[in-house]
């Protein structure tokens, strides 16, 4: 079945870093969605991309869907210690349904 | 709007045991879905629903059993509880037109299975 590789699993920074991560999928997707998932919560969306090349800003993470569109990638720039949690990529293809990375856990030292 | 609300937070059960998670969205969403969350592996759907009286399976959907008679409601159950069904549960929802884009999720339930 389709797969979604998202990379790095966890990340440990300092305050202030930028932080990159990205997903890579077998197949082409025709949405990538971005979720973060803080303890004990739901995933909340971040930012959707819809469309070969776009990239989107929320503040201060920016998304982009890439020309493959099988990868994507969020960036966060000038973290903070409430960016810490799990940020999962997903995307859906002509089937439909989303399909979910594995999760990239980030956490902020003050 | 509450959102997605679920219900319970936490649940400890034996094996062979059955139970039903409930599920509620006031958004008058049409798609509901739920997942199941285990370490490393992301979340996985379990059961889907594009509309009332409609529902098909996900990846997963072995043990569970869903129904939906209203738009509101989307209680997933577990007939006979396995100790491989320890995991968190969320519910999630999104509008017709795009409904398997911009899920909107409940707070989820935390399930051990003893």
């Known amino acids: 079945g389709q797969q979604l590789n998202q990379s790095p699993q966890s990340m440990f920074i300092q305050e202030g870093e930028d932080v990159s991560m990205n997903c890579t999928s077998s197949?082409?997707?025709?949405?990538w969605l971005w979720y973060k998932q803080d303890p004990g919560e739901g995933p909340v969306l971040l930012i959707a991309?819809?469309?070969?090349?776009e990239l989107t800003s929320n503040g201060r993470l920016t998304a982009q869907f890439g020309i493959t569109r099988k990868d994507s990638f969020l960036n966060i720039s000038a973290s903070i210690p409430s960016d810490v949690g799990i940020y999962f990529c997903?995307?859906?293809?002509?089937?439909?349904?989303?399909?979910f990375g594995q999760g990239t856990t980030l956490q902020v030292k003050p | 709007n509450a959102g997605v609300t679920q219900t319970p937070k936490f649940q400890v059960l034996k094996t062979g045991q059955s139970m039903t998670l409930q599920c509620a969205q006031d958004?008058?969403?049409?798609?509901m879905s739920w997942y199941r969350q285990d370490p490393g592996m992301g979340l996985r759907l379990i059961h889907y629903?594009?509309?009332?009286?409609?529902?098909d399976q996900g990846e997963v959907p072995n043990g569970y059993n869903v129904s939906r008679s209203t738009t509101e409601d989307f209680p997933l159950r577990l007939l006979s509880a396995a100790p491989s069904q320890t995991s968190v549960y969320f519910c999630?929802?999104?509008?017709?037109?795009?409904?398997?884009?911009?899920?909107?999720f409940g707070p989820g339930t935390r399930l051990t299975v003893l």
């Open positions: 991309l819809y469309k070969a090349g």
């Open positions: 958004m008058n969403h049409e798609y």
């Open positions: 629903s594009v509309g009332a009286g409609i529902t």
């Open positions: 999630a929802s999104s509008v017709a037109g795009a409904p398997y884009n911009e899920q909107f």
């Open positions: 197949s082409i997707f025709n949405t």
């Open positions: 997903s995307g859906s293809s002509n089937t439909g349904k989303l399909i």
